[in-house]
């Protein structure tokens, strides 16, 4: 939460030192103090984790289909495309997916701070969870411009496509300055149909790497 007044706060990479350490931490089951961590240090370690999955988060079996879905006609026709695919999508993958895009309906809430529009945030995103297995050179630039189009509607509709809302914090300008040294303020307990950043995370190692084995 407190990282949310940070101006580019995912596209910032964090010092590679800092970053393995982390990692290392990670791979051999030591326990984290993230509270302690520089947040670009946390933002990094998520786009790690997910550069480093056997398949993307939506999987190369279903790319064609999601990225299909930015040629519907409008956006509530593109969004009833994207929700089709979901379907498809292993569960613990979809559980995944809703859980890291809930955190980009936080950050983008708080874009008059911190600068990250859901176009932004699909900018940073797709390279490490919507690519091809085998990209079309002939057609490479359109593709990517419609997955960022397509994430971007996942993040800027996101009621609709999970049927939940997200809870956090809104940060104002006059103490975004102060954000990053705020403790977090715990919330009442959410409902199945909210997704709270107080909820227990959802187990990295229940990721399914492919369509053909759904979970």
Not at 172 to 188: E, N
């Amino acid at each position: 939460q407190k990282a949310l007044g940070i101006q580019g706060v995912f596209p910032v990479s964090p010092p590679k030192t800092q970053l393995d350490e982390t990692k290392k931490k990670i791979d051999s089951a030591q326990e984290i103090d993230w509270t302690s961590l520089d947040e670009h240090v946390c933002t990094g370690t998520i786009k790690l984790f997910l550069r480093e999955l056997p398949q993307p988060l939506l999987t190369f079996e279903l790319y064609s289909k999601f990225v299909g879905a930015a040629d519907a006609e409008d956006d509530p026709s593109k969004v009833k495309a994207i929700k089709s695919v979901l379907a498809e999508l292993p569960k613990p993958n979809a559980a995944l997916l809703k859980r890291l895009l809930a955190l980009m309906v936080l950050i983008e809430r708080n874009k008059e701070v911190n600068k990250m529009t859901a176009s932004n945030l699909a900018v940073v995103l797709c390279p490490s969870i919507l690519y091809p297995e085998v990209p079309d050179p002939l057609t490479m630039v359109d593709d990517i411009q419609r997955a960022n189009r397509v994430m971007s509607l996942f993040i800027t509709h996101y009621t609709e496509v999970f049927g939940a809302t997200v809870t956090g914090p809104t940060i104002s300008a006059s103490s975004a300055s102060s954000a990053s040294a705020a403790a977090a303020t715990p919330s009442s307990p959410s409902s199945n149909k909210t997704v709270s950043f107080h909820e227990p995370q959802t187990p990295a190692t229940n990721v399914a790497p492919s369509t053909s084995n759904p979970a």
